[in-house]
T-cell receptor, first 113, second 116 residues
Framework: QKEVEQDPGPLSVPEGAIVSLNCTYS??????FMWYRQYSRKGPELLMY????GNKEDGRFTAQVDKSSKYISLFIRDSQPSDSATYLC?????????????FGRGTSLIVHP | ETGVTQSPTHLIKTRGQQVTLRCSSQ?????VSWYQQALGQGPQFIFQ???????GRGNFPPRFSGLQFPNYSSELNVNALELDDSALYLC???????????????FGPGTRLTVL
């Protein structure tokens, strides 16, 4: 079993839909939970990060962390074709002198007009 | 402010050869991390350098080695290339602080390595 599980999709939705992306994990030592967006042939770009459990909102994006269930989610409201990308969840625990993220495999999202 | 840059963009090598990939970190960043991203997978942590010292290493063999220079740019060297080394190699820079804290990593566009 991988430390971080993420459904690769693809997930195809119409423009304007609410998108729900999820990850589960097994390592209870994870403290920071991140969501990255990666366009084709580009590096990942951080969308949001959360420390411990709870919700965080930034514009159309909402991140949720449920540590008791070891489950994290990213919601995208009013999805746009420009949101079409691969979404990577990542989570980190102290590792030596830093926090090293462990990534999921990513979910491919397609938003069609 | 210049972002993270990587060179070359693409590279084709044959099995058994050696390769060096380069990364220039974002201005003001003193920490560089390297990741390997195979097709259809998430990035896997290779190692991290903080102020020119290795500061953590993932589950990669010793033929993967690195350097960080006084200007905080970095190199990833891979010896004795294998077919499975074909991947996108990502560099990410951040501001490292003490004591240990979370710091946002900024990724470069990556170098796509193909091993034939």
């Amino acid at each position: 079993q991988k430390e971080v599980e993420q459904d690769p999709g693809p997930l195809s939705v119409p423009e304007g839909a609410i998108v729900s992306l999820n990850c589960t994990y097994s390592n209870s030592a994870f403290q920071y939970f991140m969501w990255y967006r990666q366009y084709s042939r580009k590096g990942p770009e951080l969308l949001m990060y959360t420390y411990s459990s709870g919700n965080k909102e930034d514009g159309r994006f909402t991140a949720q962390v449920d540590k008791s269930s070891k489950y994290i989610s990213l919601f995208i409201r009013d999805s746009q074709p420009s949101d079409s990308a691969t979404y990577l969840c990542a989570m980190s625990a102290p590792h030596g002198g830093s926090y090293i993220p462990t990534f999921g495999r990513g979910t491919s999202l397609i938003v069609h007009p | 402010e210049t972002g993270v840059t990587q060179s070359p963009t693409h590279l084709i090598k044959t099995r058994g050869q050696q390769v060096t990939l380069r990364c220039s970190s974002q201005s003001g960043h003193n920490t560089v991390s390297w990741y390997q991203q195979a097709l259809g997978q998430g990035p896997q942590f290779i190692f991290q350098y903080y102020r020119e010292e290795e500061n953590g290493r993932g589950n990669f063999p010793p033929r993967f080695s690195g350097l960080q220079f006084p200007n905080y740019s970095s190199e990833l060297n891979v010896n004795a290339l294998e077919l499975d080394d074909s991947a996108l190699y990502l560099c990410a820079s951040s501001v490292g602080e003490e004591p240990v804290s979370y710091n946002e990593q900024f990724f470069g566009p990556g170098t796509r390595l193909t091993v034939l």
